[in-house]
């Protein structure tokens, strides 16, 4: 009997193009995009100031972790609180316990 469905009309679109397909399983080339882990963030942001990133404080009363420094030049361990910049609160540790 032969084809029951007749072509009206053909559009090509790239499967990149139609939204469709982005919903689907990703493509062998693209990657999935990654969050950005705060852990990954500070050791790296330790490495770059010469410290030891010693980890995450959790608080109490749902308060944001602090994560842990400890400064390699006058071994003295400070905390960073969320929105508070590592290298400004290295820079207030070692002048309050640099060595006389």
Do not use: C, W
């Amino acid at each position: 009997m032969g084809n029951q469905f007749k072509a009206i009309s053909t559009v090509l679109i790239r499967p990149e193009d139609d939204k469709r397909y982005r919903s689907g399983p990703l493509e062998r080339n693209e990657a999935a995009p990654r969050e950005k882990d705060p852990m990954e963030e500070f050791e790296k942001e330790g490495q770059r100031l010469d410290l030891y990133f010693n980890g995450m404080q959790e608080r109490i009363n749902d308060q944001p972790p602090v994560a842990l420094f400890t400064d390699k030049e006058t071994k003295s361990t400070f905390g960073v609180e969320p929105g508070q910049s590592v290298r400004s609160k290295l820079r207030e540790t070692r002048e309050r316990f640099r060595p006389l």
